[in-house]
Structures are given as structure tokens and as C-alpha cells.
């Protein structure tokens, strides 16, 4: 009997210092323990499991991905909530949001995806996620003013390791000149 290899990927738009920072020490403080394994980020890509054989043509393709895109500003402004659906608050994506679809469905036409999304795409930053009620309301109010804005240059291939600490396996840089 043959077994294969499976690994746990994810692709993200990592956010920069101070706001990355900022915004992970805001996720701590939520009591949401995922903080310390998983620096904020844009989701581009939530965690997947796939044939670990099929990381090699995952990066051809992200490479690919990267050379058709070019850089873009994020900004950030202001809190959600996917409340009652699931217990998340966010910091919302105000701008770049065409960008990020577009890189969301770029990454998952990759052969390696089968992605079953549970819910549409929204482009966000998570600040808690499944903590008691009042820290989410917290977290909300703390964060409601919130304003951050950035140059997006590329995105990063995380791999799950055997900790739960999400690893940068690869960066990938835009250079489209359109």
C-alpha cells in the first residue's frame, strides 16, 4: 500500500511592522491563542491540506501569479464581525480589496487546490476568533478606529509545521509592469 505525504499550506499577505505587530499584540490580548503561531496577515489562501509531492508545482504556480500582478496599497480602517455566523472579529481591508479577490482567485486556479470554500471570500484581518463574547466585543470597540495604510509588494507560501506555527516557505515578489 502506497501512503502519501500531506502537508498543510496557506497563502498570505503578511502586514508590516508596526501595523503587524499591533494588530498580533491586539489578537493576544483577545485571548485568542492562534496569535502565537500565526502573525497577522490578509488571507489569501486559509489553511489546505495537499499532497506534499504537489508543493513543487504549487510554487511554479505562485511564482506565475506573482509576475502577473503588480504592487498595490492596502489600507485598513475600522472593525467587523462575521457574528452570529462564526466568532470572528476583523479589522476590515478598505482598500485593495479588488487586488486581493484577484490574487485569491489566482492562487486557488492552481491544480494542487481543491478548495472547498465554507464561506464567500472577504479580505480581512483577523484580531479574535472563537474567544468568550465580551472579548470579542472588546476587541471590536478597542480596534473601531483603527487606520493603517501600505505598500503590498507580494505574498507569502506558509507551511503548517508539526507545532501549529505557521513557517514562510516561500515569498513570491509582483513584477507585472501593466
Known amino acids: 500500500m502506497t501512503t502519501v505525504d500531506r502537508t ?3 497563502v498570505a499577505i503578511d502586514i508590516p511592522q508596526p501595523w503587524g505587530g499591533e ?3 491586539a489578537r493576544l490580548a483577545a485571548g485568542d491563542r492562534v496569535a502565537e503561531f500565526v502573525p497577522a496577515h490578509v488571507t489569501l489562501l486559509g489553511p489546505t491540506e495537499i499532497d506534499a509531492a ?3 508545482s504549487l ?3 505562485l511564482g506565475g501569479v506573482a509576475r502577473a500582478h503588480r504592487p498595490f496599497t492596502v489600507r485598513l480602517r475600522g472593525t467587523g464581525t462575521f457574528r452570529p455566523i462564526t466568532q470572528v ?3 476590515a481591508v478598505a482598500a485593495g480589496i479588488g487586488e486581493c479577490e484577484q490574487l485569491h482567485s489566482a492562487v486557488l486556479a492552481a491544480p494542487a487546490i481543491s478548495s472547498t470554500a465554507r464561506f464567500p471570500y472577504h479580505p480581512h484581518v483577523t484580531v479574535a476568533h472563537d474567544v468568550e463574547p465580551d ?3 472588546a ?3 478597542e480596534l473601531a478606529d483603527y487606520e493603517a495604510e501600505f505598500p503590498v509588494a507580494g505574498f507569502t507560501l506558509f507551511e503548517h509545521d508539526d507545532h501549529g506555527r505557521w513557517r514562510p516557505h516561500a515569498e513570491y515578489r509582483f513584477t507585472a509592469d501593466h
Open 8 to 10: 498543510t499550506i496557506g
Open 23 to 25: 494588530l498580533t499584540a
Open 54 to 56: 504537489e508543493v513543487p
Open 59 to 61: 510554487h511554479r504556480h
Open 89 to 91: 472579529v476583523f479589522v
Open 135 to 137: 472579548r470579542l466585543d
Open 139 to 141: 476587541v471590536f470597540a
